[in-house]
């Protein structure tokens, strides 16, 4: 039986994940829980799985909390803030961490799970985007696994093992099979859109995706395609390839979850509905494949599989993540948070959709010229916090226009 952390429990990640640990008492049991804000879950939740220790992000909340699980015995231990998150990432026994906080907000408690010698379960694609040049090296140093949660990237992970290195995978080090990398994207909420139509996109058709269920940011970045870029460079990170071996097409189905070409041009897939629970099993059982009584892929029903070539028009956060990724260094960390940002402005009704990719584009640019090669933690965080503040500097002198381009 595996002992795990969950980061984000009350969360689209967290949720699958416990809904995996209950269907699998036998497999895994849970150590720790960090949630949100939602109290009236992250109660039921403590009385379903018994964990040791319990943080919610407002320490408002502690009384509330403490009031909805008075009868509970035992008594977990509760924590609030961002320190009780990184207390619950180290706490006990717990082999495993799985990162389901969104943004960057994950990235501590990350740090603090490494640290403490668990295992990384990552469904957090920031914590490597921003922290990436951090985040390794120190895995490496304390001797820690990292094995990804999300579905492109479980898709890239499973695909290697029949490569050379098997179950002895190591973050960032390219395979010596590997040609290149095919991330697929379901293409969003307006994949179907003309781009003539996106002035008239609302927060609620954004928020609306096609294919998967999950958190109201994560579908804005599925729409703008900005994940599918965060994505790249998660994978440069996770896999070692350069960017011009890593490669986004659209596939709408979602029923191929990526691809690898190896060096005779060879390719293999990953297939599977879309069901975060897949890649979320894989990552805590890996190298172990856990038998499910999930409905298997019917090729037949899911029918005709079509890919096409990104409209570079339609999608330019695409194309600022790409050249964040080649500027490297405190770049990525900039767009990552400049991107959470505008979202959040977004979502708030503060800035349009098409403004997304203005604002973020103006605060990289801004950036370039202090960009840090080789960043520190303190560096990053630094970075993080500097484009946050740019981003509602940005959007509040930026002047609107029809169509983006970059």
């Known amino acids: ?3 795990i952390n969950l980061l984000g429990s009350t969360g689209s990640i967290g949720t699958q994940t416990l809904d995996i640990v209950q269907q699998h008492p036998d497999q895994f049991r849970v150590v720790g829980m960090a949630a949100g804000r939602n109290i009236e879950l992250i109660a039921k939740q403590i009385r379903q799985f018994k964990p040791e220790i319990v943080a919610i992000a407002n320490p408002d909340q502690l009384p509330d909390l403490k009031a909805l699980i008075a009868d509970v015995d035992p008594q977990p231990i509760l924590r609030a803030g961002s320190e009780g998150v990184c207390e619950v990432a180290a706490f006990g026994d717990a082999e495993a961490v799985v990162t389901g906080i969104v943004g960057c907000a994950g990235l ?14 990552l469904a957090n694609k920031e914590t490597l985007i921003a922290g990436g040049p ?28 029949g490569l050379s290195h098997e179950t002895n995978f190591v973050v960032g080090k390219p395979d010596a099979g590997l040609r290149r990398i095919i991330l697929t994207a379901s293409g969003g909420a307006f994949r179907d859109w003309p781009v003539e ?8 058709d954004a928020i609306t995706h096609p294919n998967w269920s999950m958190g109201k940011k994560i ?10 870029g965060l994505e ?5 990170y996770l896999f070692g390839l ?25 390719q293999l897939a990953q297939l599977g509905w879309p069901d975060m629970r897949l890649p979320l099993l894989y990552a805590l059982s890996w190298p172990e494949r856990i038998y499910t009584d999930w409905e298997q892929l019917d090729l037949v029903k899911a029918g005709t599989l079509t890919f096409r070539e990104p409209d570079h028009a339609k999608y330019p956060c695409m194309d600022l993540a790409y050249a964040a990724g080649r500027a490297g260094g405190s770049m990525t960390a900039v767009l990552n948070a400049a991107n959470e940002q505008a979202v959040a402005l977004f979502l708030a009704e503060k800035i349009t959709y098409l403004e997304i990719p203005k604002v973020i584009e103006t605060v990289c640019d801004r950036h370039r010229d202090n960009n840090n090669s080789a960043p520190s933690l303190d560096d990053i965080l630094e970075a993080d916090a500097w484009a946050r503040q740019a981003v509602t500097e940005a959007s509040q002198t930026l002047n609107q226009k029809t169509v983006v381009t970059v």
């Open 219 to 228: 579908t804005v970045d599925s729409a703008t395609l900005m994940n599918k």
């Open 242 to 266: 350069d960017y011009d071996d890593i490669d986004i097409v659209i596939h709408p189905q979602s029923i191929i979850h990526s691809l690898i070409e190896m060096q005779d041009t060879s």
């Open 232 to 236: 790249v460079i998660e994978a440069h």
């Open 197 to 204: 139509k996106l002035p008239e996109v609302t927060v609620a």
């Open 134 to 161: 951090v985040v390794l090296p120190l895995a490496q140093k304390h001797g820690v696994r990292i094995t990804p949660a999300d579905s492109e990237h479980s898709a890239i992970f499973q695909c290697i093992q």
């Open 108 to 121: 501590l408690p990350t740090l603090a799970a490494i640290k403490a010698g668990k295992d990384i379960a």
């Open 1 to 3: 039986m595996k002992a």
